[in-house]
């Protein structure tokens, strides 16, 4: 069933316009040390979620002490004993484009031209077969002005959460059970679920609403692992580094880097296809690190990989006398094989696309999101689309009517789990 008038929709527009240009970039380096939220402003965005989710009369509305927003929408009277589900949507933006002083692009009646932006950017229906399907349906798009990303990852989720909730508080006639809320910090660093607060959370369901293209319906994703690398060299002067026997860590983490798989990079893999990711590679002749991301969707997958990682390590050490240590840390697992344990979780939502006249398509996520931790821990959580296009980019935009779909999805969910 549809729900939304297009005031709706303009409402919803706003929101999603406000939310972007406060600036919640994470902190990568902080995130790994343990400190959260990893950038104190993301603390920004939070008091101002908290702040509407108490105007629309939710309950037990607060911030907790590692910024994640809490509230509840009670269940309808005569629904209380309807199992509770959770929405979850996160604050920060990724960290490697700057998400400050964003200057969001709205496209009213989006033609299908070329849009130039700023910085030699530009975005060509030619090449981006969502953004083709935005001109056909006249639809109204945002960018970015080309010199940040936009932030539709994943505030375009947030707004939508907020659209829908809003819906319900001012619609209680269309009934529904205990709804609770988390808007969390960090996922992009990794840690969006460190310190959720579970001793407020009641839901043994939840749903995070942090896709993309319309129709996407995840319950799959990566088994994922950052290793990092750390090399040590010796220095000696170069006019007598044979003799004195030099060992160069800058050589040895270049070699190792060029030597991982071209053919499982991130930008040469698709689909089901694993990869290794270098992120970071930072060197002198006596230390160098190199932090990298391991991703595949098997379990023996992912231990290839790490025991890949150690040798060729190993190998590059050798090749040029260097000593070397191998890290790794587990981010996120796979939640196929726990999803499945719980179909009802899936079939809700199947059910929820199709009364919004959206046909699921399943795909997994070449990525993880904070359900994936959730599913880890027993809180089954697939991921809904948001309408949200080139994520962690300047090319990225959004789909005003995508996030409209996504708000109704959100209302016929609240209702078809209180059947």
């Not at 969001?104 to 030619?126: K, M, Q, R, T």
């Not at 994922?224 to 004195?244: I, L, N, P, Q």
């Not at 002198?284 to 990989?305: C, M, P, T, V, Y």
């Amino acid at each position: 069933m549809k729900y939304l008038s297009e005031n709706h929709k303009a409402e919803l527009l706003e929101r999603f316009l406000k939310y972007v240009k406060i600036h919640t970039t994470g902190d990568c380096q902080a995130a790994d040390k343990g400190i959260q939220p990893s950038a104190k402003r993301e603390f920004d965005l939070a008091e101002i979620l908290a702040s509407e989710l108490k105007e629309f009369g939710l309950q037990n509305v607060q911030v907790t002490q590692h910024c994640y927003v809490y509230a509840c929408l009670p269940a309808s009277k005569g629904f209380e004993k309807v199992p509770a589900m959770c929405l979850l949507a996160h604050m920060d933006t990724a960290c490697e484009v700057s998400g400050e002083n964003v200057k969001p692009n709205v496209i009213e009646h989006y033609d299908g031209s070329i849009i130039n932006l700023n910085c030699n950017i530009s975005l060509d229906p030619a090449e981006d077969k969502a953004l083709a399907q935005a001109a056909k349906e006249n639809d109204t798009i945002i960018t970015t002005d080309g010199t940040t990303l936009l932030g539709a990852d994943d505030k375009a989720g947030i707004a939508e959460i907020i659209a829908a909730i809003k819906f319900l508080t001012e619609n209680p006639k269309i009934t529904h059970g205990k709804i609770e809320i988390i808007f969390s910090p960090d996922e992009e660093t990794g840690h969006g679920m460190d310190n959720i607060p579970l001793n407020l959370l009641s839901s043994k369901r939840a749903y995070t609403v942090d896709g993309g293209h319309i129709g996407e319906l995840e319950d799959e994703c990566f088994n994922a692992w950052k290793s990092d690398v750390y090399f040590t060299g010796h220095s000696v002067h170069t006019g007598t580094a044979r003799e004195g026997h030099l060992v160069n860590a800058v050589t040895a983490s270049s070699w190792f880097v060029s030597n991982l798989p071209r053919h499982e990079a991130p930008e040469t893999t698709d689909r089901m296809q694993g990869f290794y990711a270098p992120l970071e590679i930072s060197a002198s002749i006596e230390q160098a690190h190199i932090a990298l991301l391991l991703r595949d969707f098997s379990k023996d997958g992912i231990k290839k990989r790490i025991n890949f990682v150690d040798s060729l390590a190993k190998l590059s050490a050798e090749a040029f006398g260097a000593q070397v240590k191998t890290v790794h840390t587990q981010q996120y697992l796979n939640m196929k094989e726990k999803m499945n344990e719980h179909p009802e979780v899936v079939e809700n939502l199947y059910k929820a696309y199709r009364e919004a006249g959206i046909e699921p398509v399943n795909i997994p996520i070449r990525g993880g999101t904070d359900g994936s931790r959730l599913t880890e821990i027993g809180i089954p959580t697939p991921n809904i689309f948001t309408g949200g296009h080139n994520y962690h980019s300047r090319n990225e935009w959004a789909s005003l009517q995508q996030m409209t779909a996504t708000v109704e999805v959100l209302i016929n969910l609240a209702v078809i789990t209180a059947l």
